[in-house]
């Protein structure tokens, strides 16, 4: 049976108990809703004693299945106000699902000042050790103290001096499998922060020496269906971009179409995006001893994680995404890679969500506190965030505080989270998720690029959007989402797995119903919270002003939007 | 909003133009074409005239004269199997929507490999075929102008379509002669199917002003119209104003595409064996009650197109009971029956509304709605 490591910062104890029957057959983000919605009080203040932050693995974790060992991290979220799961790759899911552990709940606040750390050693005995000594230190210079103490056959998460300093765009930064380089982020939603403020500075999980047994139900016919579905990603991600080359190859996209963002979203195209495009991408890969193909965690067959270099050849950052290339580059009129890959790495040591901080960055650029272009400036900024000067702690509390500070009209922000890189006019359906998704502007929720007629037109735009969302609250709670897109045909198997694994029904309405459950608990948790059909809504801009690459305004009526999750 | 109009076919149109049909052939540089068509049409005579027409203006023609209703793939692969083998390299369908989607889908197999189930949906990258004439025979579905092909796949036992630029016929030729002898059930039916294809298209996302205007025209044709042919088959100005006004709302739907209406068109169809243009009326006013929340502009112009004013100061609400009560009057004049009438049971009516929401027509609704409301919709219609 799954356990539950329960831990309680009131009073500094940790247990090991059986995880609660109904919860059993759930993982990630499903786990998460239910469990939130049963213990946390949606009015409650999210750094305080009453929130609880949760580690969920997944419904197939410790299983062969690709990309089974994803971590979701859950809690309510200082930014949004609402309910938040952001999900991480990284190898922190295996060795908890080695261990046999399904959740972690820490909840409570310690009485004191005292950073700890959250010790899992090999024999899966968990302890609360002192980590004063870390205290101010960043993501990297903790993992190489972490690696000298205690070796390096471990897995970390932790967070850097934002989330201690509670800023509400702090990430929780997981190690990459074999490099364990702390770049995986669980980055959306200021989850940093409440585990500064429950005053963990990391999570560290010894390799157990044995491995958990996991009761399958029929491990036979499991195996069975899990080497097709393996075998159908694997061929797949042979045509697959972000495969081939990773998750830039979207710019290839986005920018002649005009979805991507451009000068804090103007809806302008990008003439020297190519500067910032996959063949760069792959030309300073190859000439400076970088990689691709990388796999975060064990047994990813999509592998889009890669390691960049800088001119010098010198290790750089990782798992350099597009998302923070368009986010500080067009959407900041910059088209220099390695310095975006300097703020990249910056982000990622300090634990700051790059989507939300390169959105913040652009409010200064749209206030005229900084030039456009000017990527010096940006990293003397994010230099302020990691000294914690005052404006760079106003940074560190996201897109929207430093955009109404600066008297900024032009806020890309859905339930106070910052937009990520697909302008909504020009793929309304992404419009449309940004609107409704009960985690606030989230392109992971439900990106229907190229996914309705027509990008920049309202047909079929809410149905694509239903069902993603709908779909990607399954695929949240049991795999990686670049996998899950490299085995559509082979969705309904799913339910068959979730049967050998668990017994129960083999119908797909069972794997259905977990994402309709889970959005729906999502959104009920945040009505709880106070929020209304308004939060529901883009930011006044896109309906007013047009897309210079198009025309497009974002001109969904507000009964699609109201009517989206009427199952 | 900015929308688009994309699919135009020529067309000649006017009576006798069916004997324009071998000139146009032969400017298409055509030497040897298929004819396609079904058995009953042989007997009005006017497949032979077709053929004399051709081969007077030195084209050769082949007859495929094994045209099923609601073509099902393996008649059209059969079909498409002879045209190759004949070496064709132009086809003219006469006849309904069933002679012209048969057609459509031998033009997608000549040049692209079979079966044709594998094209479902929209394919943007078929190899081209060849010139496709279309003379229509019946005024309702509009097939001469759009880009899709219905199909029946046996194996899955459903009814699918191809949407593909190769089945946008090359030339349409309206002759409303042709529909003289349509009984006046038949020509309610096709009519009908003719008018969900304007009011959905109209109240659809994808609806421009292009669109607007065609099937604002097609509704108040076939409002005018449509009772004049019912009651008097022999009326040739009726038989033409439907005839044009099948192909407006074609080439209206082909463009903003249809919704609800024709989800519930196509369960009823496929459970309860209804023909397609009553099925697509039955609920055809509560579908439009429905989409006034947000089309209520769009629901108003349907009221109008009947020559009902609305009151400036009307709200959705009213513009949606009167669209709904001025569409069943009219359905009814033409000898529609209801579901209870057509011997159908309110629990078997109630129990297809989740298959309704399953239909791919759902993706492009005004706005979601759920199984339920979709039940009370079918409620309504039941015995009204």
Redesign the interface.
């Known amino acids: 049976m799954w356990s539950k490591l329960v831990v309680n910062m009131d009073n500094l104890s940790i247990s090991r108990v059986a995880l609660e029957e109904e919860f059993q057959d759930l993982g990630g983000r499903s786990l998460i809703a239910q469990y939130l919605i049963k213990n946390v009080p949606p009015t409650c203040d999210p750094l305080g004693e009453e929130n609880v932050l949760l580690f969920a693995t997944g419904i197939f974790a410790g299983t062969r299945f690709a990309t089974a060992n994803r971590l979701s991290v859950g809690s309510k979220s200082p930014l949004t106000g609402g309910i938040k799961e952001s999900n991480v790759g990284g190898y922190a899911a295996t060795l908890l699902a080695e261990h046999g552990i399904k959740l972690i709940t820490i909840s409570g606040l310690p009485k004191d000042d005292n950073l700890r750390i959250l010790y899992i050693d090999k024999n899966g005995n968990a302890n609360l050790l002192d980590a004063n000594e870390y205290k101010g230190i960043n993501n990297y210079e903790f993992v190489e103290k972490i690696h000298e103490r205690f070796g390096k056959d471990l897995a970390t998460i932790s967070i850097g001096s934002a989330g201690e300093r509670l800023y509400k765009c702090s990430s929780i930064q997981v190690s990459e499998y074999n490099s364990g380089h702390p770049s995986r982020a669980a980055g959306r939603g200021g989850l940093g922060a409440v585990m500064g403020s429950k005053g963990i500075k990391g999570i560290v999980i010894e390799k157990p020496e044995e491995k958990y047994e996991i009761p399958y139900k029929d491990k036979e016919k499991f195996e069975e269906i899990c080497l097709k579905l393996n075998r159908m990603i694997a061929e797949s991600a042979k045509k697959d971009p972000f495969h081939n080359i990773g998750t830039i190859s979207t710019i290839e996209v986005t920018a002649p179409n005009g979805i991507l963002p451009v000068a804090n979203f103007s809806g302008k195209l990008f003439k020297d995006y190519k500067k910032v495009g996959a063949n760069k991408f792959m030309e300073n890969l190859k000439t400076r001893g970088g990689r691709n193909k990388i796999p975060c965690q064990p047994g990813c067959i999509v592998q889009c994680s890669n390691c960049y270099n800088d001119e010098n050849g010198n290790y750089l950052t990782s798992g350099f995404e597009y998302e923070t290339i368009a986010m500080f580059g067009p959407n900041c009129l910059i088209s220099d890679l390695d310095a975006i890959a300097k703020m990249d790495r910056i982000c990622d040591d300090i634990g700051v969500d790059t989507i939300e901080t390169a959105n913040a960055i652009a409010m200064c650029m749209e206030a005229g506190k900084i030039n456009w272009s000017d990527a010096d400036a940006v990293l003397n900024l994010l230099n302020e965030m990691a000294e914690g000067t005052e404006f760079g702690r106003l940074l560190g509390q996201g897109c929207e505080a430093v955009g109404k500070s600066l008297g900024v009209e032009r806020i890309p922000v859905v339930k106070h989270q910052a937009m990520a890189a697909y302008d909504p006019r020009n793929t309304k359906g992404t419009g449309i998720t940004y609107a409704t998704s009960p985690m606030g502007a989230d392109h992971t929720a439900g990106l229907t690029m190229g996914r309705a007629?027509?990008d920049?037109?309202?047909?079929?735009?809410?149905?694509?959007s239903?069902k993603l969302q709908v779909a990607i609250a399954f695929a949240d709670s049991m795999m990686c989402i670049m996998t899950f897109a490299n085995m559509v045909p082979g969705v309904p198997l799913l339910a068959e797995m979730m049967a050998a694994l668990y017994g129960g029904s083999s119908d797909f309405s069972r794997v259905a119903s977990i994402g309709v459950k889970t959005l729906l608990t999502e959104r009920e948790f945040n009505r709880r919270a106070g929020m209304t059909d308004a939060d529901d809504r883009l930011p006044d801009f896109f309906y007013k002003e047009r897309s210079f690459a198009?025309?497009?305004?974002f001109?969904i009526?507000d009964?699609?939007l109201?009517?989206?999750f009427?199952? | 909003m900015i929308t688009s109009y994309e699919q135009f076919v020529p067309i000649v149109m006017g009576c006798g133009s069916m004997l324009r049909t071998g000139l146009k052939v032969r400017e298409l540089g055509c030497k040897k074409v298929l004819v396609t068509h079904g058995k009953n049409l042989k007997k009005t005579g006017y497949v032979d005239i077709l053929v004399e027409n051709l081969e007077s203006a030195g084209i050769k023609a082949v007859c495929f004269d094994g045209v099923q209703p609601d073509p099902p793939d393996t008649m059209v692969e059969e079909a498409a199997e002879f045209a190759r083998k004949e070496k064709i390299d132009g086809i003219v369908a006469i006849g309904g929507g069933s002679s012209m989607d048969t057609a459509k889908a031998i033009n997608v197999l000549i040049n692209n490999e079979p079966p044709i189930i594998q094209y479902l949906g929209v394919q943007k990258n078929l190899n081209p075929g060849v010139p496709l004439i279309c003379i229509p025979t019946t005024s309702g579905t509009g097939s001469e102008v759009t880009t899709m092909t219905v199909i029946t796949c046996t194996s899955l036992n459903k009814k699918d379509s191809v949407l593909s630029p190769v089945c946008l016929p090359t030339l349409a030729i309206l002759d409303p002669e042709l529909t003289l002898g349509l009984s006046p059930r038949m020509t309610a039916i096709t009519a009908l199917d003719a008018l969900a294809h304007a009011v959905e298209s109209l109240t659809g996302g994808q609806a421009n002003p292009l669109s607007d205007a065609l099937a604002r025209e097609a509704i108040r044709l076939i409002a005018k119209w449509l009772p004049v042919a019912y009651n008097d088959g022999s009326n040739i100005k009726a038989r033409e104003n439907l005839m044009y006004a099948s192909t407006f709302a074609g080439m209206a739907f082909t463009n903003a595409l249809v919704h609800i209406g024709h989800s519930i068109a196509h369960v009823l169809g496929a459970q309860f064996d209804i023909p397609h243009g009553m099925a697509c009326a039955i609920a055809m006013p509560e579908v439009i009650e429905y989409a006034a929340k947000t089309e209520t502009e769009k629901v108003k112009m349907i009221c109008e197109c009947f020559g009902i004013e609305i009151d400036e100061n009307a709200d959705y609400e009213i513009i949606g009971a009167t669209a709904k009560k001025t569409l069943r009057t009219f359905i009814k004049s033409v000898g529609i029956p209801n579901l209870k009438e057509l011997g159908i049971s309110l629990e078997d009516t109630l129990n297809i509304a989740p298959l309704v929401t399953q239909d791919s027509g759902f993706a492009i609704a005004p706005y979601r709605i759920t199984a339920s409301k979709v039940a009370e919709m079918l409620k309504s219609a039941y015995d009204a």
Request: proline content about 0%; aromatic content about 12%; overall charge negative.
């Open positions: 007629f027509d920049s037109g309202r047909t079929a735009q809410a149905y694509a239903n198009t025309g497009s305004k001109d009526h009964m699609e109201r009517t989206i009427d199952f």
